[in-house]
């Protein structure tokens, strides 16, 4: 394997090889060949998003923490109540 470079390997496998090395793109055909795998766009949990902008809130800031975490300002405020509302 460390004879192999990411232009010895097929479509995707070459590119993912370009952006995570060769044996941990081995390791990912390895783990999941033969499956379709679907990336989401959003990469953090519904939880971690929540803890994130209720700490970085300071009561002015919903369009920052919007572009921040690729949401509109209409979601930031819903997560904000929804903390809220876990709290009480």
Known sequence: ?????????????????????????????????????????KFYSKTYIM?????E?????VHALARKYGYSESRVRQILREAKDEIV
């Open 51 to 55: 803890q994130q902008i209720c700490s």
């Open 57 to 61: 809130y300071n009561g002015k800031n």
């Open 1 to 41: 394997m460390t004879e192999v470079t990411s232009e010895d390997l097929a479509g995707v496998y070459k590119d993912l090889a370009e952006t995570v090395g060769v044996e941990n793109a081995y390791k990912i055909y390895s783990h999941f060949k033969g499956l379709q795998l679907m990336f989401p766009l």
